[in-house]
């Protein structure tokens, strides 16, 4: 009974570079939420996605930051052109069904992402 | 979503019960109460949540006020393991409810001691 995966947990990039973060929600869960954790913060909300649709991408840079979520396969967090203010721990999380029904959002372990 | 308020910081001793308070005075009749709880180098994890009755499961247990103003977090016999920053969360619930995201404050970061 596997939970919410997330890979890889620790990854480095120079400015500059695209840094890929990848999230396979719990099985059967069909709805996956990423947060950003900045250093000594909360949690931010960045963006919501049923299978191949943004629901809601309020909290989402305009620039540079991209999430899919395909039919198969998992969901990906795309940060393009790495600045040193990327640097973070990025949590993904899913749910069985809608928000709207209160529905409890599980974690994953994060990727730490450090931008040198 | 509501704003919440509580405490930074709390200590503990192990194996005693620990009262974590929490204040929303501006909860609304669809918001829910949600506890989640970060250990260190971790991701949150889903603790309880409840509408207007008290709560219990294996972990802990939540007492909402009379009012729903407020709610406590009990952990009843606090373990080195319970040592985390501890995130109360109101969610509005229901037809047209809110976007997906949960909104983490601050939080309540409990030490325990042994």
């Known amino acids: 009974n596997a939970g919410v995966m997330q890979n890889p947990r620790h990854l480095v990039r120079r400015r500059g570079q695209e840094a890929r973060l990848r999230c396979s929600p719990m099985?059967?869960?069909?709805?996956v939420y990423w947060y950003r954790q900045l250093p000594e913060e909360g949690l931010k909300f960045m963006v919501y996605?049923?299978?191949?649709?943004?629901?809601?991408e309020s909290g989402m840079p305009k620039e540079r930051f991209s999430a899919e979520f395909p039919k198969e396969g998992p969901s990906i967090l795309r940060i393009q052109q790495v600045v040193r203010g990327d640097s973070a721990a990025y949590f993904c999380?899913?749910?069985?069904?809608?928000?709207?029904?209160?529905?409890?959002?599980?974690f994953g372990p994060g990727t730490r992402l450090l931008v040198l | 979503d509501a704003k919440t308020t509580q405490p930074n910081s709390m200590e503990s001793n192990e194996e005693e019960p620990v009262h974590l308070p929490c204040n929303h005075s501006?909860?609304?009749?669809?918001?829910?109460i949600h506890w989640y709880r970060q250990l260190p180098s971790q991701g949150p994890e889903y603790v309880i949540h409840?509408?207007?009755s008290n709560v219990n499961n294996r972990m802990a247990s939540l007492a909402i006020a009379e009012d729903r103003k407020s709610s406590t977090l009990i952990l009843h016999r606090a373990t080195l393991r319970d040592a985390a920053v501890y995130y109360c969360?109101?969610?509005?619930?229901?037809?047209?409810?809110?976007?997906?995201?949960?909104?983490f404050g601050k939080g309540t970061k409990l030490s325990v001691k042994p």
């Open positions: 409840g509408l207007t």
């Open positions: 996605l049923q299978k191949e649709n943004i629901i809601d």
């Open positions: 099985k059967g869960h069909s709805h």
């Open positions: 999380a899913s749910s069985l069904s809608s928000p709207s029904l209160g529905e409890t959002q599980y």
């Open positions: 501006t909860i609304s009749g669809t918001d829910y």
């Open positions: 969360i109101l969610r509005e619930t229901g037809y047209g409810g809110s976007q997906g995201n949960l909104i």
